[in-house]
């Protein structure tokens, strides 16, 4: 099936810094990815959708400036982590449709933990 | 925006007890789809329900959609401690609307 990859898979990082995470899919080309976050025994929520070569659209209340989304090619999108604090430690989840079968591959995630 | 709701939020059962979980909209879904995430892990597409009653099934796991496509089930037959985690629907459109899932506990 397909493979979406996604990496780090944790990060530990001081309050401040910038985290990028990246997204690939592995064996087709997606147009659209997802970026999700789950925080501990909750759903996932929908954060980003990612749009290659243009601009993401980002959910009510997800900081634009903050979550900054960059999907520059078919096949990869980033989600950068911008002067992350400890209320962004969370679980955060990408994944890409593949548009024939409209089904969502997801990547393993990356845990993110702010001290 | 629609919501899916899903319940219950929580089930424990023996290993070799049954397990459903519901899927509720208030409005009429275009299709529902299933995912299992595995404690500590990522949701793993299971199936996709289109058709109005439509029924599908994968070992021992059983899919519903509703006659009026506003709700959809998950039924497990004799679970095992491999079914363990939660368990979710959501909505494809142009993103995937998740209902807050079922976790599911197995004890042998």
């Known amino acids: 099936g397909a493979v979406v990859s996604q990496h780090p898979s944790r990060v530990i990082c001081k309050s401040g810094t910038s985290v990028k995470i990246e997204c690939r899919s592995l064996d087709f080309q997606a147009t659209t990815m997802f970026w999700y976050r789950q925080f501990p025994k909750q759903s996932l929520m929908l954060m980003a959708t990612s749009n290659e070569g243009s601009k993401a659209t980002y959910e009510q209340g997800v900081e634009k400036d903050k979550f900054l989304i960059n999907h520059a090619s078919l096949t990869l999108s980033t989600l950068t982590v911008t002067s992350a604090h400890p209320e962004d430690s969370s679980f955060y989840i990408c994944?890409?449709?593949?548009?024939?079968?409209?089904?969502?591959?997801f990547g393993a995630g990356t845990r993110l933990s702010v001290l | 925006g629609q919501q899916v709701m899903q319940i219950p939020q929580y089930q424990h059962v023996q290993e070799g007890e049954d397990f459903t979980t519901y899927c509720n909209s208030s409005t009429t879904l275009s299709n529902i789809q299933w995912y299992k995430q595995r404690p500590g892990g990522h949701p793993v597409f299971l199936i996709q329900l289109v058709k109005s009653g439509e029924v599908k099934k994968q070992k021992r796991l059983t899919f519903q959609f509703g006659e009026a496509k506003k709700n959809s089930s998950l039924h497990i037959t004799a679970t095992q401690t491999t079914d363990v985690g939660t368990y979710f629907c959501a909505q494809a459109g142009t993103a995937l609307i998740f209902g807050k899932g079922t976790t599911l506990s197995v004890s042998s």
């Open positions: 994944s890409a449709i593949a548009v024939a079968k409209n089904i969502q591959y």
